[in-house]
C-alpha cells in the first residue's frame, strides 16, 4: 500500500537527540550546503527567527531519513539536542521515504536518486513508495545506467561504441545557446508543457508561466 508523507508520519514519535549522535545518509540526494549559498541563509534565517519549527525525521537506528541540511546548520549554530520523528523502518523503505520526503522538497542529486532507485529496484521495492511516477523512475534509471557505463569506460580507457539503445542527449538551443537535458529533464518538461497545454489550451505563454513558478523547476 502507498503511503503519503502525513501517513508515514502518524507512524513516528517524537524524541529528544543529542545531534553528535545523528548518522548523515550517505545515499541523501539533496546538496550539502555551503554557508556562501542562498538556501543555506535562508535556513539560517528562519531558524535564527523562529527557531526549530519543523522536526527532523530519523530511523530508529539515529539514520537522518529527512533534514540533513537543517541539521547541519543546527551543527554550525552549535545546537546540541533536536526534537525528532522518529520511525522504525527496514533500510529499503527508509531510503524509499528519504526520496519521498525530498521528491517533495526541490533539487537533489540525480546520480544518488538513480542509484538509490537501481538498488531499491535489485530488492522489489514498489517505486510507488518514492514519490516519484513510472515515468520518472524509468527517465532517472535510464541515465543513472548511462552514467554508470560512461564512468566504467573511462576507467577501462576502451573506447566502445554506443548502443542504439542509448538514450541521446536532448538539446534546446536559446539564441547560439545549445543546452543539454537529461532523460529526467526531458520527461519532466514535457509533462509541464502538457500540463499548461490542458489548462489554457495552446502553449503560449509557457515560457512566462514556468519564470513565475520557480518551484516547478526539478
Not at 63 to 74: A, C, D, F
Not at 176 to 193: A, H, Q, T, V, Y
Request: one cysteine or more.
Amino acid at each position: 500500500m502507498t503511503l503519503t508523507l502525513d501517513e508515514l508520519l502518524t507512524q513516528a514519535v517524537t524524541v529528544t537527540v543529542p545531534i553528535k549522535k545523528l548518522k548523515m545518509a550517505a545515499y541523501n540526494p539533496r546538496k550539502k550546503l555551503k554557508p556562501s549559498d542562498p538556501e543555506y541563509q535562508n535556513i539560517l534565517k528562519s531558524v535564527t527567527t523562529y527557531g526549530i519549527v519543523e522536526d527532523v525525521v530519523i530511523n530508529s537506528d539515529l539514520t537522518i531519513i529527512n533534514g540533513h541540511q537543517r541539521v547541519q546548520i543546527y551543527k554550525d549554530l552549535g545546537l546540541e539536542s533536536i526534537p525528532c520523528k522518529q520511525l522504525d523502518l527496514d533500510k529499503n523503505m527508509e531510503r524509499a521515504a528519504n526520496l519521498m520526503f525530498n521528491k517533495a522538497q526541490g533539487v537533489f542529486d540525480y546520480d544518488k536518486v538513480g542509484e538509490t532507485l537501481a538498488e531499491l529496484m535489485e530488492n522489489d521495492i514498489d517505486f510507488s513508495l518514492t514519490g516519484f511516477s513510472d515515468e520518472e523512475c524509468t527517465a532517472l534509471l535510464a541515465d543513472y545506467d548511462s552514467n554508470t557505463n560512461a564512468l566504467a569506460e573511462d576507467e577501462e580507457g576502451e573506447e566502445e561504441e554506443i548502443p542504439e539503445t542509448t538514450i541521446k542527449t536532448i538539446y534546446v538551443s536559446i539564441g547560439k545557446d545549445k543546452i543539454p537535458l537529461s532523460g529526467f529533464e526531458r520527461e519532466w518538461l514535457i509533462n509541464l508543457i502538457e500540463e499548461y497545454v490542458d489548462v489554457h489550451d495552446s502553449p503560449v505563454g509557457f515560457v512566462e508561466w514556468l519564470s513565475n513558478n520557480v518551484n516547478h523547476r526539478p
